[in-house]
C-alpha cells in the first residue's frame, strides 16, 4: 500500500506547502481509495461495495445460524 500511495498521490501530485496541505490530500485518497477505486482483488469493484455485497450475502446464514442455536 505504501508503493501505492507515494506512486499515485506523493508522486504525481507533490508540492504541498506543509505537513496539513499532505494530511488533506492523504485523507482523501485514502477515502478515494476505499471508496472508488477498482481492486481486482475483489472482482474489479472498490472495497467499500465488495464489503457491502459481502454482508448482503451472507445476512440470511447469519440469522439462520442464530436460529438454529435458539
Known amino acids: 500500500m505504501n508503493s ?3 506512486k499515485e498521490l ?3 501530485y507533490g508540492g504541498w506547502k506543509g505537513v496539513m496541505d499532505v494530511t488533506i490530500a492523504t485523507m482523501e485518497w485514502v ?4 471508496s472508488e477505486r477498482l481492486h481486482s482483488y475483489c472482482g474489479n469493484v ?5 464489503e457491502e455485497t459481502f ?4 445476512a440470511g446464514t447469519d440469522l439462520a445460524a442464530e436460529n438454529q442455536a435458539i
Open 4 to 6: 501505492l500511495y507515494k
Open 10 to 12: 506523493i508522486d504525481f
Open 31 to 34: 477515502a478515494w481509495y476505499n
Open 46 to 50: 472498490p472495497p467499500v461495495e465488495y
Open 55 to 58: 454482508h448482503r450475502s451472507t
